[in-house]
């Protein structure tokens, strides 16, 4: 199978941006977003936390203008990890995870 990158599949819709929106109506959940950014032939892990309607990652400087694409570099995300808020050491939080970038487009899959 053909991989499509978030650029190229999505010219129109920012997914990030959506799922902001979204993790901004539902506060007790976290989802954390994994991947990679092409850059010059090779891959960099890429990983955005959203929460309460902001993103973070761990990995790359993100846009904060809302004007902006949050991710400036071509990118992929491979993978969708949801959890309950707010993570500690001692619970398991987590509920699901899906590699399909839809899934969580819809709101009823946060809860």
Avoid at 11 to 20: Q, R, V
Avoid at 21 to 27: D, F, N, Q
Avoid at 33 to 55: A, C, M, P, R, V
């Amino acid at each position: 199978m053909e991989e499509t990158l978030a650029s190229q599949k999505m010219p129109d819709i920012d997914l990030i941006n959506n799922l902001e929106k979204i993790s901004s109506e539902i506060p007790n959940r976290i989802l954390k977003l994994e991947g990679y950014i092409l850059k010059e032939n090779h891959k960099e892990q890429l990983e955005i936390l959203i929460f309460k309607g902001f993103s973070s990652s761990t990995t790359h400087p993100i846009e904060i203008d809302l004007e902006k694409k949050v991710i400036a570099f071509t990118y992929k995300i491979t993978n969708f990890k949801l959890f309950k808020a707010p993570l500690t050491e001692k619970k398991d939080n987590f509920i699901r995870e899906n590699k399909n970038s839809a899934f969580f487009l819809n709101q009823k899959n946060w809860i």
